[in-house]
């Protein structure tokens, strides 16, 4: 599983109380790009645009498990670019981001946005069982 982790500027320092943080997790990528496809049939695509640009920091979980359409690559990409060096991203994938680009519909586009991402990230490779069986209730037998 590969995560990672685009860095945000830090804001200079003072003493105020800091304001509180608005983070947004996704269920998971499928969800994400549905969301931003829907906004498209009620007109709304540039507001949750706009939403999802503004937010502290962005989960995406499970992050090209399936190949992206045309229109999910375009939004990636839109989404990348809003976000690049003003706030935090955090993906998360079971492939590296070399492989996102094969599943991406448009590789220009995809190319740019993976760069983006990983031109200001900090990656962690977890490699070994999966904490899902780690955490399954043992079988006791009786």
Known sequence: MTAAAGTA???PRSTAPAPRKHHERTPDDPVLLLRLK???????????HRRLAAVNLLIIDD???QPLDETA???FYELT???HRNNATVVTSNRTPDEWLGLMHDQLLA???VDRLTSTCHEL???GDSYRKRQRPSRHSA
């Open 81 to 83: 670019v809003a976000r």
């Open 9 to 11: 500027r830090a804001p």
């Open 73 to 75: 690559t375009t939004d």
């Open 63 to 65: 992050f090209a498990l």
């Open 125 to 127: 490779v977890i490699e």
């Open 111 to 113: 190319q740019s946005a």
């Open 38 to 48: 829907a906004a498209r049939l009620d007109n709304s695509t540039e507001a949750e």
